[in-house]
């Protein structure tokens, strides 16, 4: 399996609601990553997870909060979220060190 | 930090011409220098990446060249096809980080 499965593909919440976006990958990738990423820019990088601890957080809100159940799982759990976070959330999983990145199909996420 | 700029920001070739895209990066620490296309509505994919201690390196259509002297990369494709339209990005790796470049957005007329 050589995939990174995203759920949902889209959501759409408001500011006051609660929402988990969830990640899996079954490449034995040791890093996992979710990267944001709007329209016509590059993703930016929000969390880092290395063998299930986290080791970057790149200052990211704490309206967002990522969490590693395992080292297959990512989930990114949302809370009071802006409109100006909508956005294609990714996630992104590799061997370790950045390199090989394979990415889900993201998340396409509004918020009203 | 690392800052990586990436031109142009649009490119548009006539098919089965050639296109080029250049990246510089600052970080001299950087070893692992990736390329992804993304096409429209879809997921980055990796089409190919060099480390530092190469020069050179090619897959089919594809080569990525680099400098690490200068500090700069670039992503040649030959033969262009309409399916080669998408937005490419650039990326520069010390291991503990990675950052993109802004992309070029590159059209393959028929």
């Known amino acids: 399996d050589t995939e990174v499965t995203q759920t949902p593909k889209h959501l759409v919440m408001g500011m006051t609601n609660k929402k988990s976006l969830k990640c899996e990958q079954h490449m034995g990738h040791r890093a996992m990553y979710w990267y944001k990423q709007k329209a016509k820019k590059p993703p930016e990088l929000m969390f880092v997870y290395s063998y299930e601890k986290l080791s970057i957080n790149e200052s990211v809100p704490s309206r967002f909060s990522p969490e590693c159940p395992n080292s297959s799982l990512l989930n990114l759990h949302l809370h009071a979220l802006q409109p100006e976070d909508s956005a294609l959330y990714l996630c992104?999983?590799?061997?370790?060190?950045?390199?090989?990145?394979?990415f889900g199909s993201g998340t396409q996420l509004s918020v009203l | 930090g690392e800052n990586v700029e990436q031109h142009p920001s649009t490119l548009s070739v006539q098919e089965g011409d050639s296109a080029v895209i250049k990246c510089t990066y600052s970080?001299?620490?950087?070893?692992?220098f990736p390329w992804y296309k993304q096409e429209l509505g879809k997921r980055p994919q990796l089409i190919i990446d060099?480390?530092?201690?190469?020069g050179e390196k090619k897959d089919q259509r594809i080569a990525v060249t680099l400098n690490k002297t200068a500090k700069h990369f670039s992503l040649h494709i030959t033969e262009t096809q309409p399916e080669d339209s998408a937005v490419y990005f650039c990326a520069a790796s010390n291991n503990n980080d990675m950052r993109f470049g802004a992309g070029t957005r590159l059209t393959v007329k028929p």
């Open positions: 970080d001299s620490a950087s070893n692992y």
């Open positions: 992104a999983s590799g061997p370790a060190g950045y390199e090989k990145l394979f």
């Open positions: 060099i480390r530092s201690n190469v």
